[in-house]
């Protein structure tokens, strides 16, 4: 008899998952059911009764059971024997970024009746009823995916279950027509009808449904847990208002990141510089996430499989940064035949195909190419005049020689070109052209090992050009071209050595060619705050854009930068993992040899220690308290070293993060998380105080405090969206003897309110709020005369001393999808600044500074678009 099935495990991390206190990335292989335990029939179900018992089950890294609790109850006698069979269950562990990780699944145990007894044999044997077999796979409608878990059940007796990819099988079943149902927690049920013939093997295909899980909880975690850490779900954040279908995007509406002008792809966080903020793709280093205005990301969003931000407080296995991180994780390319989709709409063009080569070796590529140049000028005044134009590129190639290993090769590339003219018959014209890029080749090799631990390899090399650039404002040119040829390694190993105690150790190496060309003003005018605004034209001195020639100088130099760090942590758990405690320690080797073979060559190195610790401990099953303090080293940016714009002797940035905080799950789809942070920033890099010393010193400091908040409603019923708010104040000092002001991204309110809901007939409508305090700016308070130049210069006032207004904006979005069989067809209109709100982003001044006028950002812009998906 058999009164269960294996199949019904929903461990599918796709969908109802609900990050866990450690805020998870999703997982990049669900656990599977390798060994099923049938439960013992309790006396209290009669034979023709059926009972379905809902239970969690905890799975560790190994694969084993460690939990099985009751979600929904069937009877005590039922539960007691179902709870028992499961904990008996083994698993093949879930795997996330190719490491097994513990997670928690929902799983269905059904006790089904007793099939009937066959009828008696009459007195003479009759001849056995022709029979045939009948094999197929089940596929979810629109995108072809192979759905495991599935029972099949034919004539409402045989009971078959699809494995790992789809397929399931009958020997022999009665010919003639035969009824099957198809049952699956995560798919709408299906019943049909085939009809078999004799001595012919019968193949069908099966497209069903998904269905919607409210119950479902997945909880996996990342080898180092971080204290403040944010997972999100792509098929969610996908449909977000404002990020048109882009589920990078969506980092930009986390609390803790403040708002850069004209919305431009900047990430700001917890009060630092945007540069501060280091990204990574599969481990490795890429300068830019966002196209032009942030309306784009850099990486095609279907080749991501979880995107993680962490915004402070940050553990030991990334450094060189004093800001958060934001590590997206790529997927594995379909090995279950050829998919791929095409997109079009006002901004750009985007394709992408993926698939098996062979059993072992799978391929994706993708492609972007913009036009918003020809569209954006419909939607802004004459005055100014944007022509952006931006592609990238991504393909992939991965190879599973055996279960336990990996081979991935990886390239990418990204590129942007933009020019700006403002003109007015009252105002100075603005001109300025940029052009920035990056290729990438990632190459890794991830391993397994026999006791539950793993061993990455990853090496890059990559060939960016950060910055080149030219500007004319008020009679001043600026020109900069800069190109850099890096590489990098990274090794880590994470092994499980107790229940107890888990051990990560590792080294990251960060090398580069770095040259640049630049010309401009040296030294901006002695006594001003570093990284003062003229309103907003970037973090630039006073002066930069003064319209005075004094100190224009031209140079070309060479830096090579070296950086090595090898890092260990521990991870101890005590009273069943209620409590974490984390050490970790990180020493990073600096290094810049700069100028070589002249005679103003240089060679620098530095060590810096950074210890830092991390705690986590579960108060009840829904509260949880979090803290981390550490330490933070970054480098100077090479371009800072140049002897005529910068200090060669520019020392590492330091920094100490504070960080403490809380998590509620006030239900299983609903999470409030609470932080406050403190963060001290020394030797930053600011203008020298006097006419004699260094055009850049490491003299500055900052400090940067507040706290965030983030309620979060995980897809439930069709709703899904969040509450973000962060209150915060971000100050710096240039010199000992100046006094704190206010900093370029000091922002006090970071207000973001976004949701979505699903409707029926395959609509999805969604809106998203966002007030923010205005950037703080030094404003020009009178003007002179410089006779020589025949231009006007202006006088400044107390740096940081005025605001620009609130920025309001509320974005719309409405998504209609067609799914057929094998394809889906959907349209959308993604409508930002639906109020026409005109949003101040910066100040412009007439010739002679008496006449001011705000640069509005993006007007009301409408983006519809058609997507297909096969």
Known sequence: MRSASAADADADAGAGAEADAGAPPPLSKPPRLLEFVEAERPASLTEDQRADVVLTIDVDERGHVADVTVAQSAGAEVDRAAVAAARRFTFEPAEAAGKPVPVRITYVYHFLPKPPPPPPAPAEAAPSAPTAPLVGIVRRKGDRTPIAGVAVIARGATRVVTGDDGRFAFDALPVGPTELQLRSPTTAPVDT????????????????????????????????????????????IKYIPGTQGDTLKAVQNLPGVARAPFGIGLLPVWGSSPADTRVFVDGVNIPTLYHFGGLRSTVNSEMVDGLTFVPGGYQVDHGLGLGGIVDVQTRTPRSDGLHGYGQIDLLDGSLMLEGPLTPKLSFAVAGRRSWVDQTLPYFTSNTLQLSPIYWDYQARLTYRPRPADSISAFVLGSDDRLNVLATSKTMSATQAASHTYFHRGILSWTHRLSGGGSFALTSSIGYDVPLQLGIDFGGVTTSLDAHSLGYSTRAVLDLPLRPWLRLDAGVDYEGSRYAQSRAGVARPPVGGAAGTSVGGFGEQSPGSFSGSASGYAAESMTVYPNH??????????????????????????????????????????????????????????????????????????????????????LRPLRATHYVLGSDVDITSTLRLELAAFWKEMSNLIVPGAGPDDPVLTNEGRGRAYGGELLIRQQLWRNLFGWAAYTLSRSERR?????????????????????????????????????????DPFTPVVGAYYDSNADIYSPIFGAPFSARLPAFTQLDLRVDKIWTFDRWRISLYLDVQNVTRATNAEAF??????????PLAGLPLLPIGGVRGDF
């Open 734 to 774: 240039d010199h000992a003897d100046e006094a704190w002001h206010r900093y370029l991204y000091d922002q006090t309110h970071i207000l973001t309110l976004l949701a979505s809901y699903r409707l029926p007939l395959g609509f999805q409508v969604g809106g998203r709020f966002r007030y923010v305090t205005g």
């Open 844 to 853: 412009r001044y007439s010739f002679d500074f008496t006449v001011t006028r």
């Open 564 to 649: 090595v760090a090898p890092f260990l942590a521990g991870e101890l758990s005590f009273f069943g993992q209620r409590l974490t405690i984390t050490p970790q320690l990180r020493m990073q080797a600096i290094s810049f040899v700069g100028y070589p073979g002249t005679s103003d060559s240089f060679t620098h190195a530095y060590v810096t220690i950074d210890p830092r610790l991390t705690m986590r401990a579960r108060v009840t099953e829904r509260v949880a308290l979090k803290g981390a303090l550490g330490l933070y080293s970054q480098p100077p940016s090479p371009e800072t070293l140049s002897r005529v714009f910068g200090n060669p002797d």
């Open 193 to 236: 009808t085939v009809t078999l013939t004799a001595g012919k093997r019968m193949e069908m295909t099966v497209y069903v449904d998904s269905k919607e899980r409210y119950a479902s909880v997945v909880r996996g975690r990342r080898a180092l847990v971080e204290t403040i850490e944010q997972s999100l779900r792509q098929d969610e």
